[in-house]
């Protein structure tokens, strides 16, 4: 007796079907039905129409994630270094491995390779000495002679000296490790209880290393190894957020920037031959943020030289370092002008919104990165706060490089369930999947966070269309022109249709 | 030399201002500030117009949060069982208390009152008998005799005749009140390691009080006592989500639905004749998602029943329980469609995404609410992951209810800064803040989770505007009439003009 009526249905305006008898309503399930598609296909990849490999093997990954929201401990809202193992040893991870994910944009250049390489290759080499500071810290540099000691840090050891000494190396390089990561396998949130603690152990695990990579022979293969790991994982591109720094051989001498830029153009053309499906790296120059108006000034005029001068490599500008106790970016407005002012293209690649503070200067930044004409925004963790700057963002198309196992260890957000790119990845907003420092968290390439994104911010809702939007994003939202990116998309495409046809089925005799 | 030319401002079109010299761009600080004040001008309260007396107190306001953002140990950032003793020694706290904040309108009937008041008063009474149950549970009884053993419960004790033997009395009323409440002194993420724990220990705690508190007398004078704690706290009007459980009277003789909610009323009209700037109660009639279809339609059938027979008090109907382990709105839409196919008038009040889970049946209850034509949303927690949903109770002007402290106890969020609300207050979506079950995480009244949002969610941005905007919100987002509204407003207007008066100079011989 309860004939409904199909009616035309317009979002947010019709809302019930009537009943015949009566004009009363009810909610009618094939609205309910449409509004739960829309919903659906306003995601990140909501929109991506699968082909029939792709549905097969969208309908194995969507069982694997069944499996993992069905565990008692769900890896996304577990702290990483926690979850770590757990996920490793999850199907879903070897699967996420083996997809071509494109490109890594928002990495930085001396956080990229595993820390068991500078432990067990690079400290073992001769002529490498380490201190031990007064911050319970360590320092290394290789020297040809006895160098010089360094301010509040104990007289220097030769390792190989030392290694004879100790009765167990093996402990002596498990000090040495825990010094160059933050990672631990004892309780991080003991060991990390804020935020001041855990940036300050990640600034001295950075000044720890910098002795070993910005060592000549170091840096190199140190780079070389970073894209081989990238490469194993499956990222066929990388932008390199670099300092540049000096650079030193063994009798002292140092290097400028441009031979440093020029190290890494070398190294990634001797990769790229060795690799021809590895697509290459553009390097970002970035100064600390806690510098002062005449260094940052400095840079941006370097780094407009260095634009000039290696225009292929070179991708553009940031500033790096824990915003909370930086500058704002407005700071450094007139040095951030200069580009704009002399009519000279520096694109900038503005870190901003890292930061869990509400209406203070810093907290600007997301706003004016974008004012700067940025043409993505690293990590953008504030920007569901700041509606003028998201919808600047959208409208712009300028996208977040989200990098959540960073803002997780970096304490920002414990269950990264709640992490606002759950929120932003439902509306589809502009944004890429990055690790920023991987070796720093122990995690490698970009599986983690890019599991860490599948299995906490989609949760069922997400698939195989959410997957391929994200990788094809990190080649649409890279600095790489036009012609490169379908040059990039050629070259994507034909691996993930090999990933494909190669998973889509599942283990051989487990259907 | 370089003359800026004034430009109209058309948001995400005109983003630069021209250099005179070479046509080159640069942010124009007028329109950078037009944005941040177009930005804070977007957020709850961001367009009120504050007085001058009320400019002055939002002046002493504003210290009091930068001294709060300036504490090593930020509370909204930390659980609130340890941050219960900063926030209640706070300045800012004190002031929340004075402060008029019109209406809860999220509250459950068995958690308004302090547990203090249970232990100290209402155990203490002749002939209240406890059991200890075989999953370190209690129960308790009033009865003129013996009552009958209990399932699974050891045999009775009469509590007076127990207090008589222990040693230490103190210690059983200790052991008592931390059945009968989730708060504790001991490390709560030790206590409650995941949801599952929390929500049975929840359980628990409400089984515990249950003989308690379903005692006629105790009844009438604990929500007496719940309003009086309320009231205190400045709360001028509560809507009470109300199991309507049987009442007990001493010889075993029970009560009905009709009964209990006509205790409600007349208990609600003394305390009103008592107090004239109260302005009352209205009663949401609840039922446990876990029941099956049958009890869920009867539940639906004595709403209507009430609703017409208790027009002044009853406000609607509801669902409670943990949504994750519970049935989905849409499994009960026949039962729920009952009003509407009868034309008769039931609001509904629907707890909907409270929860993490996402793209399960249990996240589709945020849409089946709306559908369903929901007065307001109970939490909407996952609000901010369901963007037709989103847009459809802005639309409508559905508010939700967020309850900070309880998101945080029940595990679904760790710092506050992370709840979604702080972005929804940004834009200014329709919501109210409420407090839950306040007895259960240690809180009373709504003060505690004024401070959450005012200090956790805006930080900095939000002001005196936000804390009127939302005293207001749970006016006009109430069950209310509009004749009503205007009534309770006027009321609302002149406490808080009187606090304004009181408080905007500072505590006296302080300025």
């Known amino acids: 007796k309860q004939l409904m009526l199909d009616r035309p249905l317009v979002a947010g305006v019709c809302l019930f079907m009537c009943l015949l008898a009566g004009g009363l309503c009810i909610p009618d399930p094939r609205y309910r039905e449409s509004l739960i598609q829309e919903e659906a296909s306003m995601q990140t990849g909501g929109q991506v129409v699968l082909n029939e490999k792709e549905k097969r093997l969208d309908t194995r990954l969507l069982k694997m994630k069944q499996d993992e929201v069905a565990r008692a401990d769900f890896p996304p ?132 290393m910098w002795g070993l990579v910005t060592y000549a022979p170091v840096f190199r293969e140190y780079f070389y190894q970073g894209l081989t790991e990238f490469y194993k994982d499956n990222v066929m591109y990388l932008e390199v957020r670099a300092l540049l720094p000096e650079i030193y051989e063994l009798d002292g001498r140092t290097h400028d920037k441009a031979w440093t830029l020029k190290t890494y153009q070398d190294v990634t053309r001797q990769f790229t031959a060795e690799h021809p499906d590895f697509f290459g790296t553009r390097i970002i120059l970035t100064v600390h943020r806690g510098a002062n108006s005449s260094v940052v000034t400095e840079a941006v005029e370097e780094a407009m030289k260095l634009q000039r001068d290696f225009p292929d490599i070179m991708a553009g500008f940031d500033l790096v370092g824990r915003e909370d106790v930086g500058r704002p970016l407005w700071y450094f407005r007139d040095a951030l002008s200069l580009p704009t002012e002399r009519g000279v293209e520096l694109p900038f690649f503005f870190h901003a919104g890292e930061t869990d503070l509400q209406g203070t200067d810093v907290d600007q930044n997301l706003l004016d990165a974008l004012l700067f004409n940025t043409s993505r925004i690293g990590h953008g963790y504030a920007l569901v706060r700041h509606p003028v700057a998201k919808e600047l963002s959208r409208k712009k198309g300028v996208a977040l490089e989200v990098c959540p196992i960073s803002n997780q260890v970096m304490k920002l957000v414990t269950d990264l369930r709640n992490h606002p790119a759950a929120a932003l990845m439902s509306e589809n907003h502009p944004l890429v999947i990055s690790s920023d420092d991987p070796a720093m968290f122990g995690a490698s390439g970009l599986s983690y966070d890019f599991y860490e994104a599948f299995v906490g911010f989609g949760g069922l809702r997400s698939h195989l269309g959410s997957l391929k939007a994200l990788a094809i994003n990190s080649i649409r939202y890279s600095s790489l022109n036009a012609s490169q990116q379908e040059k990039a998309l050629t070259l994507w495409q034909r691996r993930w249709d090999k990933f494909v046809s190669e998973n889509g089925l599942g283990p051989k005799h487990h259907n």
């Open 77 to 208: 809202a577990m702290h990483f270094f926690k979850a770590r193992d757990l996920i490793r040893n999850s199907p879903m991870f070897s699967l996420l491995q083996k997809m071509p994910k494109g490109g890594a944009l928002h990495v930085h250049d001396l956080a990229m390779v595993d820390i068991e390489w500078l432990v067990k290759n690079v400290t073992y080499r001769p002529l490498c000495y380490m201190c031990f500071t007064n911050t319970q810290s360590i320092r290394f540099i290789f020297s040809s002679q006895w160098p010089e000691p360094l301010p509040n840090c104990s007289p220097w050891n030769l390792l190989e000296t030392l290694r004879a000494k100790v009765v167990n190396t093996t402990d002596l390089d498990n000090r040495i490790r825990g010094k160059l990561t933050l990672f631990t396998d004892l309780d991080p949130e003991k060991v990390y209880p804020n935020q001041d603690v855990v940036w300050d152990r990640f600034e001295q695990a950075f000044m720890s």
